[in-house]
């Protein structure tokens, strides 16, 4: 075997030792209950849009599996936004950010905030998940063609959740999906606008967004240290 190519494999193992060693450390990061509890409302809020997707558009729909990453602010200091789940569909596209909160869920003092109360009885005052998808909704539409709606819900994922009458439309519970899907498609359809291509539609997102694992670790930590900090 010539020294060549004995310098080669021993490169390529030295790469895949870095390669291993970073992922372990990656790996060693413990999930905060909190990360833990958000990990599973994800999971069920994404099956419910894929069954009530596939029921209203057979295959006609992009469900992208995992978070999407948006580039939305070029240059600042917190240039990325993650979205939760992004389903595209021939009535438009949607946005959902989700909360497995367990508890009552009622306004709060202003349109950014709500109140979950606890079974306890204890009152806790959250970031509404509305506020957290404005921006996201906003850039998506500025970038994509005018007659491409873009909609954007908070959804909670646990069944121990109860919504006050007095919250925005938007916001809605895990088994209201199918119902505001619904409504989303017949209002759409009614106005005679022709169906969204959906593959042309995902490829537009993905022009102005990311799916990369790594470039998304990278951002949960950003968020992470602003957090801390």
């Known amino acids: 075997m010539s020294t060549f190519v004995v310098f080669l494999i021993l490169g390529y193992i030295g790469y895949r030792a870095a390669r ?3 992922g372990s450390l990656h790996l060693r990061r413990p999930r905060t209950r909190a990360e833990a509890s958000g990990d599973a409302g994800e999971s069920l809020v994404e099956a419910e849009l894929r069954r009530v997707l596939t029921w209203l558009c057979g295959d006609d729909f992009y469900l992208h599996h995992g978070p999407v990453l948006l580039h939305h602010a070029p240059g600042t200091a917190f240039p990325t936004a993650e979205i939760d789940h992004l ?8 946005v959902f950010e989700t909360k497995n909160w ?3 869920i ?7 905030t709500l109140v ?3 079974p306890s009885g204890a009152r806790e005052t959250r970031r509404s998940p509305l506020k957290q998808n404005r921006a996201k909704v906003a850039f998506l539409r500025s970038v994509m063609p005018g007659m491409w709606p873009v909609e ?8 121990q959740s109860s919504l006050s009458a ?9 088994k209201d999906l199918a119902y505001a899907m619904r409504i989303c498609k017949a209002e759409y359809e009614a106005q005679g606008h022709k169906p969204v291509n959906v593959s042309a539609a995902w490829h537009a ?3 102005v967004a990311d799916i990369d694992a790594g470039t998304i670790d990278a951002h949960r930590a950003r968020v992470r240290s602003n957090e801390i900090g």
């Open 20 to 22: 291993m060693g970073r």
């Open 87 to 94: 389903a595209i569909t021939p009535f438009g596209l949607f």
């Open 102 to 104: 367990i508890g009552h």
């Open 106 to 112: 009622e306004p709060g003092v202003n349109a950014e």
């Open 116 to 118: 979950r109360i606890a």
């Open 152 to 159: 954007g819900f908070g959804v909670f994922a646990s069944d």
């Open 166 to 174: 007095s919250l925005p439309v938007t916001l809605i519970g895990r």
């Open 205 to 207: 997102v993905l022009a």
